[in-house]
């Protein structure tokens, strides 16, 4: 992690979590100093980057904005959000025969408070990234599932367990972890 905003997570119980959190996952701070002074964080999976087109030697990124968005910054065309998404209000247009035409769209739900939106971007990260990839190693090599549900049952290293959204761990070498 960068020194620049390592003092965010000190003093703070929450931030603190999310820290230890970061640490154990391997998860680091990238964000350059325009970008932590903008309130922006970056932050480096230790997981590789496996979309087509993309450099197959760089790592998923996913950044916090002080906007209030949480995005993912390197896993396909352009950046994209990772907020949850709701119902927007509903527009009306008038038609040139007098109609009216109603119109909704999807929109982002802003998480406004950074600890909020790292907590989030946690548990995103941890279920869309983490577990999905499980079956992958750090040097981005593939393996089916079968192979890694053997592997896993064999010799019991690593293995993700995961309930409810509250309820994620993840055990190494017989060392279980909460992850929340």
């Not at 950044?63 to 907020?83: C, D, I, K, M, P």
Request: glycine share 6%; with cysteine.
């Amino acid at each position: 992690m960068r020194e620049n905003n390592k003092w965010k997570y000190q003093g703070d119980s929450r931030y603190e979590k999310i820290y230890e959190k970061m640490q154990l996952l391997g998860i680091q701070d990238v964000s350059t100093k325009r970008q932590s002074k903008n309130g922006t964080i970056v932050w480096r999976l230790p997981i590789k980057n496996n979309w087509p087109g993309n450099n197959k030697s760089s790592y998923i990124e996913v950044a916090s904005f002080s906007t209030g968005y949480v995005r993912n910054q390197n896993s396909g065309y352009t950046n994209y959000q990772l907020n949850k998404r709701c119902e927007g209000e509903p527009e009306y247009f008038k038609l040139n025969n007098g109609d009216y035409r109603k119109f909704t769209t999807r929109a982002c739900v802003l998480i406004p408070l950074e600890i909020d939106r790292l907590e989030y971007m946690m548990k995103y990260c941890v279920k869309n990234y983490f577990i999905k990839n499980a079956n992958q190693v750090p040097n981005g090599d593939f393996y089916p599932k079968f192979m890694y549900e053997s592997a896993k049952n064999e010799n019991n290293k690593i293995g993700w367990r995961y309930g409810n959204d509250d309820e994620i761990s993840v055990t190494i070498n017989g060392h279980r972890y909460k992850v929340k």
